[in-house]
């Protein structure tokens, strides 16, 4: 079988089994086959949805299930300019893996290849540079996003600093005390 993609949706599936459970609730089975290819051209995207609509109205309950796991950050974390050095922490297997620019070094991968779901990378800059905007980015939901906990414990001394905490991507800018040498 081969899964076409219409939209943003792959065309839906009817249920091998609905069993009303003596609870109330329902057991739903699906069995189906599905090429490698799809999962590797739309890596993380594919999901099982199963949603309870009521007709007429805009009211819906369900689920969603990632298909072959959560393939974390499909995109690598932001490069900054200045060769800055980062470290991406695997969250669920404490693996470090060491990145200079974007050579990896050292570390194991998902089966994606990708980051998985919270890992984090830790951002600084080289002699002469200072870091502007968050220190630490996390893998949620698929995407680079500032450490919340990261970011409300950094210091905030002046409304410049706390502007430049919020700013969307960490950069490095030459330091003042590097430029008046």
């Known amino acids: 079988m081969t899964i076409s993609l219409t939209d943003h949706y792959f065309a839906g599936e009817t249920f091998d089994m609905i069993e009303r459970l003596p609870n109330g609730t329902y057991e739903i089975a699906i069995q189906r086959r599905y090429l490698a290819k799809n999962f590797l051209e739309y890596p993380g995207q594919l999901s099982f949805h199963c949603h309870l ?56 991968k998902t089966c994606w290849r990708t980051p998985k779901e919270n890992s984090r990378v830790n951002y600084s800059c080289h002699d002469g540079f200072r870091l502007m905007g968050p220190s630490v980015l996390i893998c949620r939901n698929g995407s680079w996003i500032p450490d919340p906990i990261h970011l409300m414990s950094q210091p905030v001394f002046d409304l410049s600093t706390f502007n430049q905490l919020r700013l969307p991507m960490p950069y490095c800018q030459i330091s003042q005390s590097f430029c008046n040498r």
């Open 53 to 108: 609509l009521v007709l007429m109205t805009s009211w819906r309950m369900g689920i969603k299930y990632k298909l072959f796991g959560d393939a974390g950050c499909v995109d690598p974390p932001p490069k900054i300019n200045n060769d800055l050095i980062r470290i991406i922490f695997i969250h669920e297997t404490k693996t470090n893996i060491r990145l200079i620019g974007t050579s990896i070094l050292s570390g194991d």
